[in-house]
């Protein structure tokens, strides 16, 4: 709609006399209104109303009839319609509406009339009338028995992007979909829908994942026949991720079976509108086997859905030129079944380069990971260690800001998103997300704000919105110095004592709650272990007063010493308490036992007693100074041990994982610019080998240590080939410098380093046998008192990784 034309609706009811006795502050009272739907209406549009009424009936207690004869003047009233029902709408929104030069597809009008009071729902199409229908509820201000709606409530809007959805995988791995019922992922879709999404994505009973789950309810080939047709209730698109997990596609009875397979899962789905085929992750397939098998793929899935279309990604982990030099030439043949390239995790080629590669008539589909923390197409800039070892990898993550900037970065290249989902733990990014899709304009608040009305009611407005929020400050930067984090749980529990006990029930508000809790306890316990640290160090610094034997036993007693803290003991139980609620509300599985989590999924409140400081590390060391038969030694080593991150005067050391040691990396583009750092430089987690760096002397009496300084926990790396760049100013050139640095993280990769003038500082090494290496600087690298360290990977590798840097200035004899 124009502009002009909105401006005419508003115009209309302005003139009105009854209007000019409403202020555009005051609430228009529907508490007795009724559902009005023409008798013609199609069967997908009788469903919205049943919906409608459901959903309003479930915020107010209020039943609210389906009628089918057109509302008289003075009748509270909420009219269903499409544009193709024009004849039936008062005289004078017919005007207005038949001055509309082209309703876009999936767009609606929301018009309310003071008269009745009433409120006209108008879709293009039967999608719009679901999107209007959502938009209002999402406005809508309830409680038990009432129903207010704002007196100046007129909206005219269509969506940015046709494709707007999200995955929802019944499968083992998921943290919670898995143990969802028929019923849930009714409403579940639902909410979805009612908030814009057009399309969900499920997928096969067979991927790379066991296949059962003791939590399911059905089977999964039943279950996905009943997401498909929940879905197409809506008019939604359903979408398939359908990996190949064949053993070998150049053999006729694996091909064969493949198909029969495929003729299963097609023949048991109602409806299905397009198949996601993922180039790898898992089932990596040549580009020229590949698009054979999909040929064939195709006419199996044209037997059952003649309209399908098939989409893939060059989702590869060890892509090379010649592997996207085959995959771009199939792609731009267009074939007949091709719908278009998925752009999702682990695609090397930057969405704008792909746009470029791939004809300008194929669509480009965004697969976002908003579920992940750890391993993330995504990830949370400036995370502290902490945070990351406890809420792990598919922790509830609300990142309202961030999704916002993720999505516009890269908005105009594709004609949408489906998201990457593995649960319920994303829930505040899919929303997010699906705003975003519609609106790229729209403010995160006001998303926020409609989740917070929507889901809890017109009292948790604000509270919940800013709650949100502050969850998300929280994994900003030092969590030992975040004075938020405490805040936000006072918030929450502010909320919490004011909550009914339905709003107890609420799944969405556990999820709030329990984030609130878990920050808060790991902070209370990285501020003691931080402390018990620097208390075993001190003793440590000092050990030639008493011997390091007694030093070295004292240490122990401190790092070993239990924590006994009776405010964070109820933290600690209410973050287990929650977890239990989310497992009996939604089947949220946080916990491997009692609650059945895959492990290393959703299961982050196991990681509440996970260490947060170098005890372990320290422990393995003391045990083998403790073993040196000379005091003058032991005291040496000790030294060394204290001193391990010193470089010594003039020198210059740097644990690359710190937001702190950020100076040093160069990059040629913002977060906002880069959010998946497919140009830049990120921090990562992982250790990727277990070991301790030892000085030459410690390594000499034969100890095997079994853990690692956190240090090697986070690294900056760079993705496939992209160069890392660590600068340093301010070197004496007249200086020799050793560098010393350590190859930790979650790649085997094979690095090359190189400096300033083209010098090789080291050819390719096989990272993941050693952790820490030592090389002479040149000096010629440096003669401008500057050196800009650059790592590249082999053809084919996943990324480099440093996690410690030393320059180590040469001592003149």
């Known amino acids: 709609m124009s502009k002009n034309i909105f401006l005419f609706l508003i115009c209309l009811l302005t003139a009105d006399p009854s209007f000019s006795q409403t202020s555009l502050s005051q609430k228009l009272d529907f508490s007795e209104a009724a559902i009005f739907l023409h008798k013609d209406a199609g069967e997908r549009n009788r469903i919205l109303a049943r919906v409608l009424s459901e959903e309003i009936h479930k915020r107010t207690g209020k039943t609210f009839n389906i009628r089918h004869q057109f509302p008289k003047d003075n009748e509270p009233a909420i009219v269903l319609g499409t544009f193709d029902q024009i004849n039936v709408f008062p005289e004078r929104l017919r005007q207005a509406l038949s001055t509309l030069e082209t309703m876009p597809r999936e767009g609606f009008v929301v018009w309310t009339d003071p008269k009745g009071p009433a409120v006209y729902i108008i879709g293009q199409d039967d999608r719009g009338l679901v999107y209007g229908a959502g938009r209002w509820l999402r406005k809508m201000e309830w409680g038990a028995g009432q129903l207010l709606v704002p007196a100046d409530l007129s909206i005219q809007s269509a969506p940015a992007y046709p494709i707007r959805g999200h995955q929802l995988g019944y499968r083992p791995k998921t943290n919670s979909y898995d143990a969802f019922s028929v019923g849930m992922f009714e409403q579940y879709i639902r909410e979805l829908a009612l908030f814009g999404a057009n399309s969900i994505e499920i997928v096969p009973p067979r991927t790379d ?4 789950s003791r939590h399911m309810q059905l089977p999964a080939i039943e279950m996905i026949a009943e997401q498909s047709r929940i879905a197409d209730q809506f008019d939604m698109d359903v979408w398939i991720w359908y990996p190949n997990m064949g053993s070998d596609y150049s053999h006729p009875d694996a091909v064969k079976a493949e198909l029969e397979e495929r003729h299963e899962v ?3 789905l109602p409806r299905l509108d397009h198949l996601f085929v993922p180039g790898g992750d898992p089932g990596e397939l040549e580009p020229d086997e590949l698009f054979d098998w999909l040929d064939k793929s195709a006419e199996v899935l044209h037997q059952y859905h003649p309209n399908a279309k098939i989409w893939i990604s060059p989702q590869v982990f060890r892509p090379t030129q010649a592997w996207f030099d085959r995959f771009f030439y199939h792609i731009n043949q267009q074939y007949d079944w091709l719908g278009g390239v998925v752009f999702g995790p682990w695609v090397k080629i930057p969405l704008p380069e792909l746009r470029e590669k791939v004809d300008a008539a194929i669509p480009i589909r965004r697969y976002p990971d908003i579920t992940h923390s750890l391993s993330s197409q995504y990830p949370i800039p400036e995370w502290d260690l902490a945070l990351a070892m406890t809420l792990g990898r598919e ?15 890269l908005a105009p290249y594709a004609s949408g998103s489906l998201s990457y989902s593995e649960g319920t733990n994303d829930d505040v990014n899919k929303f997010i997300w699906t705003d975003q899709d519609w609106d790229p304009n729209t403010p995160v608040i006001e998303t926020l704000r409609d989740y917070a009305r929507f889901f809890f009611g017109p ?24 004075a938020q984090v405490p805040v936000t749980l006072l918030q929450w529990q502010e909320m919490e004592r004011k909550a009914s006990p339905g709003l107890m029930k609420n799944f969405r508000f556990q999820m709030g709650l329990i984030r609130a809790y878990f920050d808060a306890y790991v902070q209370k316990k990285l501020i003691y ?44 139980n209410r973050c287990h308490e929650l977890a239990e609620n989310l497992y009996q509300s939604i089947g949220a599985q946080l916990t491997v036992e009692p609650h059945g ?46 001193n391990r991150n010193n470089p010594g005067p003039g020198g210059f050391y740097d644990n690359l994982g710190h937001p702190k040691s950020w100076k040093r990396v160069v990059s040629d583009k913002s977060w906002k610019e880069d959010p998946g750092s497919l140009y830049s430089p990120r921090i990562s987690f992982g250790v990727g080998l277990i070991g301790v760096e030892w000085v030459h002397e410690v390594r000499a009496i034969g100890f095997e240590g079994t853990s690692s300084p956190q240090s090697w926990m986070m690294q900056v790396n760079t993705l496939y080939d992209a160069p890392l760049k660590i600068r340093y100013k301010d070197l004496d050139p007249k200086l020799t410098y050793t560098l010393k640095v350590a190859y930790t993280g979650r790649f085997r990769s094979r690095m090359k380093l190189k400096v300033d ?55 003149e004899k």
């Open 529 to 572: 272990e931080t402390q018990q640290e620097q208390e075993a160090r001190s003793i440590l610094a000092v050990a030639e007063d008493k011997g390091s034997l007694e030093a070295i036993e004292t240490a122990k007693q401190i790092l070993n010493k239990n924590w006994d803290d009776p405010l964070a003991a109820q933290l600690k």
């Open 597 to 642: 989590a895959a492990p290393g999924r959703g299961n982050f409140v196991d990681n509440m007693e996970a260490v947060l400081n170098d005890a372990p590390w320290l422990l393995d060391n003391l045990e083998a100074i403790a073993k040196i038969n000379a005091e003058a030694d032991r005291l040496k080593q000790l030294d060394a041990l204290l």
């Open 395 to 409: 922790c509830i993550n609300p990142r309202a800001k961030d999704q916002k900037a993720i999505h516009n970065a």
């Open 209 to 212: 994942d066991d296949f059962t």
């Open 266 to 268: 097609f023949a048991a």
């Open 757 to 811: 003038g083209d010098i090789t500082i080291h050819d390719f090494i096989q990272t993941g046998h050693q952790p820490i290496y030592s090389f002479r600087v040149p000096k010629e690298a440096y003669q401008d008192g500057e050196i800009t360290f650059t790592w590249t990977c082999g053809e084919g590798e996943r990324g480099s990784q440093v996690a410690e840097l030393w320059l180590i200035p040469e001592v």
């Open 459 to 482: 009292e948790w407005v604000e509270g919940v919105a800013q709650g949100l929020l502050t969850q998300e400050e929280n994994v900003r930067g030092p969590l030992l110095t975040n």
